[in-house]
């Protein structure tokens, strides 16, 4: 029989800015403390409500380089004139030790870390209800200008066209059925055989039975 590590979840979400993601993600820290969100390294400005090592490490473009030619990131990208990147530090060594990561990130590097990780992850897109509620929710964050604000809704299209790369996708009418709903696909993803080792040695005690 072929035993299985005990490895934790890697779960990728992406949306369109405005879609509710970062809410999302939050909900699910708080409700399952054995998630860790791997925190990414970006060169964009901090904003106001925003706290070094928790919701990123901002970095200059020279350090982020640097980082890049240490090989220190899983996936980098470029998204909205900023660059974006996850350290593996922050993603291998959790899933090791049985510990699920939760990754908020665009669509190439989503793709990036397919590849990496060989398809061994559970990709979750998330759909604004339309494009007229996005235009809304992202004027009511006023932590960017109305030229950043233009500049993502145009990019917001051009992130959905990818939403077919992923597993499972969710148009996010309601924040709180979203977040059930993504409870529900991490409890069914914790039911693939991968992810309970232990039932090769239950099966053997049965067997002996
Ligand atoms: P924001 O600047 O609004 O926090 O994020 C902008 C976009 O960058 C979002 O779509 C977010 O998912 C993406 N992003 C954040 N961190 C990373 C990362 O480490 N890698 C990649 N590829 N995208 C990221």
Not at 65 to 94: C, H, P, R, W
Request: hydrophobic share 35%; with cysteine.
């Amino acid at each position: 029989m072929v035993k299985i590590k005990n490895e934790g979840i890697l779960l990728v979400i992406s949306s369109p800015s405005g879609t509710g993601k970062t809410t999302i993600c939050k909900k699910l820290l708080e409700y399952d403390k054995n998630i860790h969100l791997a925190v990414s390294v970006t060169t964009r400005k901090k904003r106001k409500n925003e706290v070094e090592g928790i919701d990123y490490y901002f970095r200059t473009k020279k350090d982020f380089l640097n980082l890049k030619s240490q090989d220190a990131f899983i996936e980098n990208a470029f998204v909205f004139d900023n660059y974006y990147g996850t350290l593996k530090s922050e993603v291998l060594e959790q899933l090791k030790n049985g510990i699920d990561v939760l990754i908020d990130i665009d669509w190439q590097g989503t793709r990036q870390i397919t590849q990496a990780m060989k398809g061994n992850l559970t990709k979750i897109f998330l759909l604004p209800p339309s494009i007229n509620e996005l235009k809304k929710r992202l004027s009511k964050r006023n932590s960017d200008s109305m030229k950043e604000i233009n500049f993502r809704m145009s990019r917001a299209l051009k992130e959905i066209k990818h939403f077919d790369e992923y597993d499972y996708v969710l148009v996010n009418n309601n924040l709180d059925n979203t977040f059930q709903q993504i409870v529900k696909i991490l409890e069914t993803e914790k039911l693939k055989l991968s992810k309970q080792p232990y039932l090769f040695d239950f099966v053997e005690k049965l067997s002996l039975t």
